[in-house]
């Protein structure tokens, strides 16, 4: 079995289901995590799945991802659009995959929220379709490394 994927969640995402349903949906992060896990499995794979509010924190587990992952499945949630230490730490895993996840729309919101720093450094961007997004990045990543079903 491969090493597990890493799904690097940022802030203010352990707040999804009760922070702006209208806007991330009702699914709570443990809902996706417990999906993602069970999708995981059946192609063979493993998943890491750790939730952040701290820059710092994001950009060690990404550097541990370096040696400890066989990619990165990451949401960086506001910090994708400021945080060029979390760009750098990307930029410096780029041996492995990575896809950047966006339960929003971020082209259909505030004018800030239009340019993601993360996207720079990231294999594939997937946005604007909820939590079905991190199942869409889970199968590409699949893909990506080429494990059997």
Not at 15 to 35: F, N, S
Not at 122 to 135: F, K, M, N, P, R
Request: glycine residues 8%; charged residues 20%.
């Amino acid at each position: 079995m491969p090493k597990p994927v890493f799904v690097l969640n940022g802030p203010n995402l352990n707040l999804l289901g009760e922070r702006e349903p209208e806007v991330y949906g009702h699914e709570t992060l443990d809902d996706i995590r417990d999906r993602l896990e069970a999708s995981a499995a059946g192609k063979g794979l493993t998943v890491d799945f750790r939730q952040s509010n701290r820059e710092g924190e994001l950009v060690d587990w990404i550097q541990e991802a370096r040696t400890a992952a066989s990619g990165i499945i990451i949401n960086p949630a506001g910090y994708g659009h400021t945080s060029i230490a979390i760009l750098d730490a990307l930029l410096a895993a780029a041996d492995i995959p990575c896809i950047e996840v966006h339960l929003s729309n971020i082209y259909k919101r505030e004018s800030f929220r239009h340019r993601s720093l993360v996207s720079q450094a990231a294999t594939g961007v997937i946005c604007g379709l909820g939590s079905l997004g991190y199942d869409l990045a889970l199968e590409a990543m699949a893909t990506r490394l080429k494990v059997a079903p």
